[in-house]
């Protein structure tokens, strides 16, 4: 019996686990750093200090994702932070999600659950419910579309904002 267990354990096949082989990552990366260019100009950063690319799915899933964007002279103007993401290496998409929040050089601060960027669109999209802060100004609702500066957003349901105004009063605009 002890030579059964003895030749077991020296075994030199690789362990089978009951995890599909497609759960698994094809290369774990670390200190991961990507950009997206457009005639030499920096348009966005995307780093991870862990990221794992799966080519079935043609992604990297990153863990704390720092994603900067930047205007057409090279001065950052929005930094996006997460727990996890996807960054597609075909569309260069972006999935962001678990305690996101994006913050201009302004101070305007988005938080939400999941926010995606398209990259061909140059849009930041949201179905989930989504909080901006601007100064003491705050909007809430559910689902958005914005530029990745935040000048242009549109919350698209249950809107609701708080607008605070120069003499300190409040204004309540919720429907």
């Not at 919350?155 to 309540?172: F, H, P, S, T, Y």
């Amino acid at each position: 019996m002890a030579a059964v267990l003895f030749a077991l354990a020296c075994d030199d096949e690789p362990q089978r686990t009951a995890t599909p082989q497609s759960d698994l990552p094809d290369e774990t990366v670390s200190d991961f750093r990507t950009q997206e260019s457009d005639s030499g100009l920096v348009r966005w950063t995307v780093k991870a200090p862990r990221a794992n690319r799966y080519n079935a799915r043609n992604i990297f899933a990153m863990e704390n994702p720092k994603i900067e964007f930047y205007d057409d002279m090279g001065n950052l103007q929005t930094t996006l932070t997460a727990k996890n993401g996807e960054y597609s290496m075909a569309t260069h998409d972006m999935l962001a999600y678990g305690d996101v929040v994006a913050v201009t050089y302004k101070g305007e601060v988005l938080e939400t659950d999941t926010l995606r960027y398209l990259n061909k669109e140059d849009k930041i999209v949201s179905d989930s419910f989504v909080k901006l802060t601007r100064g003491k100004d705050v909007l809430t609702g559910i689902g958005l579309e914005a530029d990745h500066t935040l000048e242009s957003v549109d919350i698209k349901k249950d809107v609701r904002a708080r607008i605070i105004e120069e003499d300190g009063k409040l204004n309540d605009l919720t429907p």
